[in-house]
């Protein structure tokens, strides 16, 4: 479920935004999924901005490599019901929608794809850019990811 939840209010009126960090149950395919499924409880008072480790593979990307990876560590990473509960909801996958498939795990050791991501609400206009911070040598075995969205496509449709 969501680590952290704020709530920002808007220059036009009745209209909030809810931004959302989230890590997901790293071991259990269910309990993810049900966290997902929660998601749309925040999307009812208004769009939603949700990143964070979702632990699991996209919907739609394809399937990691899992070669001399042992199938019992991979297992639960390759179930994809988590970001299916996400796209019924009315999430869309900033990344995808964009086109940019890069994965942020897996450069260290593991599968790569994209587990690290970001789901919106809000139109598909307002999703302005999208990309993957990659250096040298990673600190750590995930890419931070950064979007921009353009929340003027917001407020035009809450007039």
Same mark, same amino acid.
């Given at each position: 479920m969501p680590s952290t939840h704020i709530v920002v209010e808007t220059a036009w009126p009745g209209s909030s935004l809810h931004l959302v960090s989230a890590d997901l149950a790293p071991s259990s395919p269910s309990i993810r999924q049900a966290e /997902?499924?929660?998601f749309a409880l925040i999307a009812q008072d208004?769009? !939603?901005i949700a990143g964070g480790d979702?632990? /699991? !593979?996209p919907a739609t990307d394809p399937e990691p490599g899992v070669d001399h990876i042992d199938p019992m560590e991979v297992r639960h990473e390759l179930d994809r019901s988590a970001a299916y509960a996400l796209e019924e909801a009315g999430f869309i996958d900033v990344a995808a929608h964009l086109g940019d498939l890069r994965p942020t795990v897996g450069h260290v050791s593991g599968p790569r794809y994209r587990r690290d991501r970001i789901y919106t609400t809000l139109p598909p206009e307002a999703i302005a850019s999208y990309q993957v911070v990659t250096e040298y040598e990673p600190a750590s075995p995930h890419r931070p990811i950064v979007a921009t969205f353009d929340?003027?496509?917001v407020k035009d449709r809450a007039k």
């Open positions: /997902a499924e929660a208004g769009p !939603v979702w632990k /699991a !593979v929340l003027d496509a």
